[in-house]
């Protein structure tokens, strides 16, 4: 028996290399290893407030970006979250045995909140118990995520013990898994910043989409330092971020990179980048064309992969109902 998969990604601003580098690439790639499920998370969005509308569309465009970064629907279940009811209920049931001070420590809510300030949400205080609903209504083994969500997927482990050590073996605890390259891709603007989706400064961050000559213009802006030397050092994190994006679309080792621009100026290596990320991109960006270009295609995997999800997360809401005395 393969081992399960779950993911999930927000439908919310523009899809970015951090995504495809630290976590949808190698959803694809990984895909005939595993048992997968994949979820375009709407309820964890809502938790800073939307655009209705965006929504909607946004859900489309993630799908056609997972579809044309390889994602199979035959080989992988791709769901909306708000399309299976499980998720919400198995939330708030969590929310009953997870401790709040558990929540309080998780580090992107104390960035988030802080952004925020009194308009922060309940919900955003929440969003790892959603998350944790996420992940345990599919007796998932690996959750595969960028370096940002491992506290979330720690917390998720932590509750499924809790909860099997008053109930018995009612969950699978899962384990996340980060990639060793490229787990936390920076902003270009300012590389000591994860990349966001939602950052909206116009050179922090490549999206999937962007046009050639944006990529172009955005690497050839990207922040460095006044050193010269193209070399893989991490005290100097601008050039360090281009050079990990440059190892991750190339597959090439540290060493044949740097031998590559030795005596080469940061200028030259920020047009080589530039090139590597435009034909990286390319296949991937005339496939979603392709996609989306076919009416009623996405709606109809969409609607596909909630069928399939729907029965398992029964089950297990099932199970769990049966354990705490509801139902
Ligand atoms: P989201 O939508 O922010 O990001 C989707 C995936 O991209 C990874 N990622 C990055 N990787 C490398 N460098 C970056 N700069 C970068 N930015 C984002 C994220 O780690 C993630 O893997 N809470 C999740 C969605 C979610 C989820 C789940 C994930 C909801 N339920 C259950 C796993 C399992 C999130 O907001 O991801």
New binding site residues.
Partial sequence: MKKRV?????PTGNIHI??Y????RHWAADQDIYDNIF?I?DL?AITIQQDPKQIKSKIREVTGLLLAAGIDPQKSIVFVQSHVHEHSELAWILNCFIPMGWMGRMTQYKEKSSKQKEQVSVGLFD?PA??AA??LLYDTDV???????KQ??ELTRDAALRFNNIYGDIFTVPEPRIAEI?????GLDDPTK????SEEAPNHAIALLDPPDVIQKKIMRATTDSETTVVFDEKRPGIYNLLTIYKTFTGEKDKDIEAKFAGKGYGDFKKALAEVVIEGLRPLQERYQKITGEAGYIDKVLAEGAAKAHPLAQKTLAKVQKAVGLG
Avoid: W
């Fill in positions: 779950f993911s999930g990604i927000q951090g995504n580098i630290g976590a949808t979820c998370v964890h969003y959603l998350m996420d992940i959750v595969p995520v960028g370096e940002d969500q979330h997927v490229g787990a936390r891709i920076m994860k990349m966001s989706k």
